[in-house]
């Protein structure tokens, strides 16, 4: 079992780096430089310029090249040497293919050859790779690594997921300390409604299986679609409406100087009850899976009540996609709920995520991404271990 | 057993929470507290760097500025705040002498030596322009500074050659802008600044203790330590935002005189009394209308605006007064202009719509701007006739019935005949920029599209995220493009009409690229010239200029609705000013009543 879990901690490693790949392609190079959005609408070039500074968008992307060392004056001219060559070089090639072209088409007059357009930029980019090889040619490798600079946005963007310093977000607040303090409302909101439903959706899907066929199994079934149906937002609209303000049993939106628990009552009953329906029918299925299999007849059978050969057996013969289920759910515990958040002003992950999205902060969304990726992968290595607890006759080979 | 093991840990945390149970601790409490919703969540309460209205709105409590307006006068009126007088200007308009009171202290900061706040000096405010100049400090604000002051462009060049913002000297003279001594400020300009008395009511001048930056260094955007009436008590970001009163505060009193119609409204009657009357202002960040909407009905938020959804359950918009729902619950109404600007733009470096005034007419009168209101804001806006705002003196109310903004698809349909002349055949299809992708804007859009098309043209709306939208705004790459905002924050126009000079092309506010020699021959005379009879023809002149060329099709102005209970005194709005809650009241015992009141009409509603 060790050996497993070594082995399958080792296949994290790819993971997180095609996570990482995935993250800077998307809010690096697809995201692009916000510093516009920073400085604000009317912000001159300068403050722009300091701005991308700041949060490292003037750095070169993948690997870029740092300034040369010694004599200025001997580079420079090495340098307009090198493009001026290289200009040249162009010319002849073009001068070559205007007469082939000529003489292919039988034509007398060589058409004249216009200056090579080869911009500055790429020139220089040009005589900078020519130089870095020459270098290492030269077993100067030493110095042709100097020359490298790996202060990018990309080494950047690795360092920061690895130590796990996130940076400052677009507000300016760390992100650490922002992902540190959501945590905490997230979790308050989420366990009780996970285990609330939990609880609740497989002591009825129990029962459920048990009278399957009968009036109470198709009014139950009935009333789980019809709750996946209405979407997540009428509960919470409904239920904020109703029972905080009409009735007024609970808080309608968090109040800073009340506990916690007293805000997140009313949206994990919410969350509870849009949860029903999907997670009933779910475990109504395993269960009647289980409750058809022959041990559950002879225990019936030898005379056990409907109670122990639910509870006792069926329960423990279901348990592996309950535990898959319950493990892998929890790094979404941790990440919160994005709209019974923000509707009830639960300052944790969900609510942070949400934000980050609508001002279109990569930096956050980056970090959360990364570390909800690391959670999935650890708890999905955490459930497979899990299902050799559950069940014996699963062995790891 | 394992039933029983997941009851326990699905019931753990509501157990272990202390007070879990309890409710509406602080309703007991005799202090006053005023709650009020923010829609969006503050970025920074460093007076340097703030920009938006929800920063002003919180940061303006904190911090005060060398002059603001009064609070209950119109037309509105510039006073002192914390200079002791109006300034002294020199003849030829270029030296202000601004005298500063003495015995103001800062809030009392660990910052400070003991934590005690020292006394206000003209060096902080010296210190404060001249970090706004700092490039690496990367202040947002520096337009408002720029080209202005002798010396402090001198100075942001200087600061350039530092790799870090608390690098820089501060003691290095910039001889425009001198603390002459302890409470006399000199500001020597570069050519007239006719609004600079306007300017300095915003908290963005406002003096900053170096002291603090020092202390907080980055961290200064969630320490503001000013002046004013409340000092910052905690900051849960994206969450709340809570100010107490500061007890160093001076000695300011509520003003004896008002508009006309003031006393009788019963705004005198605090007249005198020490001001702040509030103990507490907590903001509370509620970015979903419905929480807001619910708990200003529970009595849980003093004021807000009316979501839209909820408009025709609170006014009754053919009276302009609140429903009865609202009135039973003793809420008033306040109805209020905004000085704002939304348009369509034409950027006039496109070769289609640049180079074709009727085409850009064209599009202007086949606009239906009573439709976009109706549809849109409830009709509750104002249709927008002229690029100046109605509360601005040099508004010319003739400009309504002049032939320029009318929607008319007749004589739209005649323009674009002229300009298919002009193109030498029909139109080609045209682009609309507009920013987000959120139901609102691709309705919006949906709209726009509609009403071009209704000429027969070909139109195809781009919707984009912000920061793109912008860069193609400043890079001159649409072709036509929503946009405006709450961009005026003083009376004077001269703000709005810079929108439309060629010194000030994107991004530096000209986004249609409108360039016309004669206009920005009359923008220069007019930018150095003090309100006067002379330079409202000026102002007129321009205007009617660009409603000529059509850079824009002007759309509408806000009006703000908003709601506040009975139990709040001396509210009346001021588009200019932020910190209007010193002035404010709350009567407790009203505010408490109100909760019984609330449970017997909620009772009395129909399930």
Partial sequence: MTAYIIRRLMYLAPIVFGVLLVTFVLFTLIGGDISQQIAGKHADAETIAEIRHEYGFDKPLFVGHKPLEGDEAVWESEKEGFILALKNERRTQMEEKAARKAEKSGSRTIEPVKEPQIAEYQAKKEWLSDLFWKRVRDKQSGQAWEMVDFDSQFVAHFTKAFTFRFGRALDRERIGEKILRGIGPSVSLTIPMFFGTLIVSISFALVVAFLRGTVWDHAIVILCVAGMSLPYLSFIIFGQYFFAYRLDWFPIFYAPDQPMGYSVVLPAMIGMVAGLGSNLRFYRTIMLDEIRNDYVRTAFAKGLTARRVLFKHVLKNAMIPIVTSVVLSIPYLILGSLLLERFFGIPGLGYLMFDAVSSRDFFVLNALTFIEALLIAFFTLVADVCYAWVDPRVKFD | MNCRLFIWIGLLPLVLMPGCWTKDAASDDDEAVYRYPLPTKVKTLDTGNVEDVYGMLVVSNICESLYTYHYLKRPFEVIPMLAESLPVISDDKLTYTIRIKQGVYFQDDPCFPGKKGRELKAEDFVFAFKRIANTRYASVNWGAFKDRIIGLDDFREYTKQFKDEFEVDYSKE??????????????????????????????????????????????????????????????????????????????????????????????????????????????????????????????????????????????????????????????????????????????????????????RQALNHAFDKDKLNELFYNGRWRVAHSVMHPLMNEYDPAIAREPYTGYDLQKAKWLLAEAEKIQGGPIPELTVGMSGSDPFSRQFGQFVQRQFESLGLKVRMDFTDWPTYVEKMNKGQHQIFGGGGNRFSTPDALGVLSMFATKYFAPLGNSFFYSNPDYDRLYDQAEVMFPSPERTIIFRQMERMVLEDCPVILNTQRVQYILYHGWLENYKPHPYLYDIMKYIRIDTDEQKAYKNLEKELKQKIKP
């Avoid at chain 2, 509520?254 to 705004?267: I, K, N």
């Avoid at chain 2, 509030?278 to 938020?301: H, K, S, Y």
């Avoid at chain 2, 408009?311 to 009276?319: E, H, K, L, P, S």
């Fill in chain 2, 174 to 359: 910039v001889p425009g802008l001198l603390a002459i001594d302890d409470y006399t400020l000199r500001i020597r300009l570069v050519k007239p600044w006719p609004q600079l008395v306007d300017d300095l009511t915003s908290a963005i001048t406002a003096p900053v203790p170096k002291e603090a930056v020092d202390y907080y260094r980055k961290d200064m955007m969630t320490h503001p330590v000013g002046t004013g009436p409340y000092r910052l008590k905690k900051w849960a970001r994206s969450v709340y935002l809570e100010l107490e009163k500061n007890p160093s505060f001076r000695v300011e009193t509520y003003p004896a005189e008002g508009a006309p119609e003031d006393a009788a409204a019963g705004l005198l009657a605090d007249a005198g009394r020490r001001l702040p009357f509030i103990d507490r202002i907590v903001f509370q960040i509620i970015e979903e209308e419905q929480p807001a909407w619910l708990l200003f009905l529970r009595g849980d938020m003093e004021i807000m605006g009316i979501p839209k959804d909820s408009f025709n359950t609170a006014v009754d918009i053919q009276a302009e007064c609140p429903t009865e729902f609202i009135q039973q619950r003793h809420i008033r109404l306040s109805i209020s202009d905004q000085p704002s600007l939304y348009y369509i733009g034409f950027n006039m470096q496109d070769p289609v719509v640049g180079r074709n005034k009727p085409l």
